[in-house]
Each structure stands twice: as structure tokens, then as C-alpha cells.
């Protein structure tokens, strides 16, 4: 059987479907000739997985260790089946098939950016070095990529847990960029507002927003200690505080704060902040849904309901550079370095 | 209280939230002065909300005519508590308020482009003259419309049932032309493939891609009898042959059919389809999901698990002109037309 490059060869069930919908994968260690393996040092569960895991488990540690090593025993990945979610891993390259495209040499030490949802893993080592109370977890064992994965060669000056963080959220400030910079192109400095501007995806937009060319920033924030936080960063030229859930509350906020926006990053993981983030942008303005919590009808329905002539765009977690680029932010921005190393403190 | 464009003065429960997202909304038939008031003739319901209903009630239509009234009377609007989703509504302008910035006047035959999930709604009949078989819902009643509404008038020279079966997905071909503009703006002439090219929306997006300018137009559609019907409805360069949720097969049947494209476009109400339109996008693409059977998390984690660098866009049934667009691809294009006819002559 030859191999493919979105890795159909890996999938044992159901048959025919993206390694990605499979119920199991093939994770034996040896190598088709463009394929990657990588032994693995670390995973970083997603966090609605982990939190999921915990709760189903009422925080026992030692029965979430042993719930993720059933997962990864039964179907050749960590996918988590009530979330459907992964996260990514670390670890060092192993072998590299002759023909593959990844630009990695064995010894190099690499996160994989494509999620563990669709990536070939055996664990060896029952996980023993993990507690199970926190979404880091140090592994002994191989993962495979395949000809069409993503693979980023990890900084030496940079503490791996502050590249891992960076690199879980790359696509939000790369796609923001890209937005931002088409609005400039056609002759207007767009107002950016970030629903969540100062988590990790939310502050990274904010400073690839400002550096590509906005005219004015605005960071929304749930909570007062969000709001010092984020003010203390000066990523954002105003912060305010409003309900992502409450859209009028929330128009009204970012109306206040010089919007409506014409470009609204949603960075928030709760459930509902659709019509807010459409009746916070001004008409002819584009929304970018970040949190994996956005429901489609709502958004679809809710633009529709409210007449409202925006471009609703689902953000893809791939732009070609993503990780270079957000790397770059987190060593030119002392304040998403710092937002960043607090909150890696905190966990 | 003052009356609020978008309807907020007409939520009852919970407070604070949009009429879309309401439990129960006033229906009163006084209107604000920036309101208008419709005498109802007939309700469309969404085809998932009605199939939903139908099916609890075992197709007995007295029972889901029930279901109908008891929604209305409960909420206030028609909005289905299991799919989320509405439907529109036809009838005849009763009184405008002085301050309405609709344009429309009294004894305007009209249809409501808002959603029924949010549109004010008292029925006076008991659905008298409803079996309760069908999605089309004679009616008598009132319906309020807000200052933000989109409302069309019915051309006096096509049947109501024609003009209502347009306007239900006239946002596809609006946003569709628009996409495609803006590649030929930039001087590409794209591929454009739409997947469910034989159903409304499909017919309306393949009718709208090559007037605004496409290089090709792809169809997709599922069974043979689909592929004879829209081959000769002519509103493709080329039809084939696929099953839009199994990614592999969709790709390979759109590169045989002159793909990758540049832009595609789903419009099949199936679940499962978002990696197998990801999958038959060139690298730079657009997807346009106008299915609200697609799953956000699908579409962001499969293109990013295929490393795939493409602009997903959340279909917004609202694009200005919409409606009037509609009408004209179906006035101009026979093969629109033929189709949309068949289709209704077979409900």
C-alpha cells in the first residue's frame, strides 16, 4: 500500500475517511518513505479535553493518567471522544522518511501544529511521569507525520512551555494579519476589535493587528483584573469591559471605545458570542470566529437576522508562516511576552 | 420604552437578549413607529424544522399542525425549540409606522427576508386550512417587522409560491457573485465548484458564478438522476458525480471535473461534508459554507489538520441586493427556472 500525504494509508476505521473522522489509526513506529517519526517528550492536551477528562473523573488524577492511555491504546491517537478534540505534542525527530517534504533532520526538537486528533501515537511509558492534573504531559513513546503535516522547529532560547503556547494558537494572529493588511491594501486602516484580547490567541492578535497596520485597537475583556492586565500590556489603544454574551452590552462597549469595528477577532471559548460580535461590527466588516465554541447557525442566522452585510470568516488554524510569525510577535512584544509568561505561571 | 431597530423592545424572556436567540417574544398586533405590520397569508417553514416536526409526530398532520399553533402561542414567533430554525412568511403590508424606513405601503404584497425565529407572530386561524403535510402553511394572522428588516415585494408576473422559493436562499448567489467578483478583480478568473449544484441554492450559486465572471463552473451532486437533470438545465461547464462526505472521492471527482477549484461552495444540508470541501479547494481557495448542517469545529480543525491555506466564510443568508439578484438569475437563466419549477411542481 502506498502512502498519502493527508495519511489515508494510517486509517484502519471506518474505511475511506480522513485520518482526522477515523475511530483508529495505525500507529506502528516504522516509517513510509514521506512520512516523519518524532519520540515524544510531551503532549499538550487541549484544554476542553483535559478539562472534560477532569471532570468526568472528578479530578482523580491517577483515572484521567489511565482515561488518556485507553484513548490512545483503543484508537492510535489522543482524541478525545466526547470533545473531539486533541492538542499537540513535543518531542525529538526520530527518522525521516526519504521522501518527505517537512525540512526536518533527525535530533531536531519540534512541536507538531497539526492536531494529535489525526496524528499516529503509541505511548511506551504508562505515562508514569504524569499526575494527571494538569494538561501538560510528560510521554515517553512515537508519533507519526505524514507528507502534508505541520512541524515547527522549537526556539533554544525560548522555554519549550512558552513556544508550545505560542504555537497552540498561531493561526489567530496570522489570519488577523491577513485580514488586517487587506483592508490596508485597499486604502483603509481598519478598527480591530478582540473579543478576549487578553488570553493567549486574543493578545496575539491584538499586537499582529496593530503591527500590521489598524488604525486603533480595541481589547474586550470579561472581568476588572482582565482589564489591568491588559491595559498594563498597552497592546490594545483601549480596553473595555462587556459581556461577549450580552450583544448590546457589548456593541455598546465597543461603540465606546471608537467602533463599531471593522474587523471583530472572537478569541473567547463560551458558547454565544455570535450576534455580539456581528452587531459590534461596523456593515461591510468582517468577523473572524477563533473559539472552537462558535456555533455556524448562530452565526449564519444571527448576520441574517440583524441584516447585517458583514464577512463571517471560520479561522482556520493554518496560514502558511503562522508560527514564525507569532514567534516574531512574542519577541518584539514585551507585552504579549509578559501576558504570556503569567499566565503560564498561573497554570 | 422606545422601540429598538433590531427588536430588542419586543423580547419578553429572557431580557436582554436579541429576538433570535428570545424564548418568547410580544406579538402584539400595535406597532412602534419605526414598525410594520403584516395580515399574514401563508408561512414556509424551514425544511429541517418541518421534517423535525413531522417525524415526532409520525407525518400525522393534525398533530404537527398542533405543534405549529402550541410553538406560536408559547414563543411568539415560529421558531422550532429542537432545529433552532424558522422559516418566512408571505402576505399583505396593514399599517407602516411613520418612522418605518422599509419602503414598503399599505396592500404591498411582500415576503419576509428576516428569519421567522425572530419576527413577531400571532396566527388567528388555528391553521385551518393547513393539513399539516406540507412545509407551505396557509395562514391567517399578523406578523411584525422591525426597523433593521428585509422585506421584498412579490412580482405581480410570477407565482407567490416561485418568487418565496428564490428568496428563502437568495443569500447564496449574492455572496457567491460577490466571492467571485473579487477573484476576477484581482484578475483570476476562478474555477467554481458547487457542491449540491441541482437544489435551490446550488442552481442559484452555479447561475450566479458564471455571471459574475467565473473561469469554470463545477456541479456536484449525488445520485445519477441529479446529474441528468442539471446537465440539462446547462448551468455547469461540467457535472459530476459524488458524496460530498467522503472527502477523498469528492476531491478526486472535482479535479476530474477540471478542479481543484478556487472557490467552493457547499449547499448540501448534510452533515460530514466540511474536509471533503476543504480537500477539493486549491491552495489559496475559498470555501463558502451556506449548509446549516455544517459544524464550525469540523471546517476549522479539518482544514488546518489538512494543512490546507484556504479562506473559510460562514454563508450569510444577508448580502444588500440579494433578493433582487435572485430573481433576475431566475428571470434570465431558463435553466434556473426549469429547475426551480420541477422542484416545486413536485412538492
Chains 1, 2 share one sequence.
Not at 517534504?101 to 501515537?121: E, I, K, N, Q
Not at 488604525?215 to 490594545?236: H, K, N
Not at 471605545?257 to 452587531?279: Q, R, S
Request: charged content about 20%; hydrophobic content about 45%.
Amino acid at each position: 500500500m502506498s502512502s498519502s500525504p493527508v495519511g489515508l494509508h494510517r486509517v484502519i476505521a471506518p474505511s475511506g475517511v480522513l485520518p482526522q473522522a477515523a475511530e483508529r489509526l495505525d500507529a506502528r513506529a516504522e516509517i513510509w518513505p514521506d512520512e516523519v517519526r518524532i519520540a515524544v517528550e510531551r503532549l499538550n492536551l487541549d484544554a476542553a479535553s483535559y478539562r472534560q477528562l477532569a471532570e468526568a473523573h472528578g479530578g482523580d488524577g491517577t483515572a484521567v493518567r489511565q482515561a488518556v492511555l485507553d484513548i490512545v491504546q483503543a484508537r492510535g491517537k489522543m482524541q478525545n471522544p466526547v470533545t473531539g478534540s486533541g492538542g499537540m505534542l513535543v518531542g525529538v525527530v526520530d527518522e525521516v522518511g526519504p521522501e518527505s517534504p517537512l525540512g526536518v533532520a533527525p535530533g531536531d526538537r519540534v512541536a507538531t501544529l497539526v492536531s494529535l486528533t489525526l496524528t499516529p501515537l503509541q505511548i511506551t511509558d504508562g505515562l508514569a511521569d504524569w499526575d494527571g492534573k494538569s494538561e501538560q504531559v510528560p510521554a515517553q513513546g512515537h508519533a507519526i507525520l505524514f507528507a502534508r503535516s505541520i512541524v515547527a522547529k522549537l526556539p533554544d532560547d525560548l522555554k519549550p512551555e512558552l513556544s508550545l503556547a505560542v504555537m497552540d494558537v498561531c493561526g489567530a494572529p496570522a489570519l488577523t494579519a491577513r485580514v488586517v493588511r487587506e483592508y490596508v491594501d485597499k486604502g483603509t486602516k481598519p478598527v480591530v476589535s478582540v473579543i478576549g484580547g487578553a488570553g493567549k490567541s486574543g493578545s496575539l492578535s491584538l499586537a499582529a493587528a496593530r503591527h500590521a497596520g489598524a488604525a486603533r485597537t480595541i481589547g474586550i475583556v470579561p472581568v476588572q483584573a482582565e482589564v489591568d492586565r491588559l491595559e498594563a500590556a498597552g497592546l490594545a489603544d483601549t480596553v473595555a469591559l462587556a459581556d461577549a454574551r450580552d450583544p448590546v452590552a457589548l456593541a455598546e462597549a465597543v461603540e465606546q471605545a471608537g467602533g463599531p469595528a471593522d474587523i471583530t477577532v472572537v478569541c473567547v471559548d463560551v458558547p454565544g458570542c455570535e450576534h455580539g460580535a456581528v452587531l459590534a461590527t461596523a456593515a461591510g466588516g468582517t468577523v473572524i470566529f477563533f473559539s472552537m465554541a462558535t456555533s455556524f447557525s448562530a452565526a449564519a442566522l444571527g448576520a441574517e437576522g440583524l441584516a447585517a452585510d458583514v464577512t463571517m470568516l471560520v479561522g482556520n488554524g493554518y496560514v502558511p508562516g503562522h508560527a514564525d510569525y507569532a514567534m516574531q510577535l512574542l519577541r518584539n512584544e514585551s507585552g504579549v511576552r509578559g501576558l504570556f509568561e503569567s499566565r503560564l505561571a498561573e497554570d
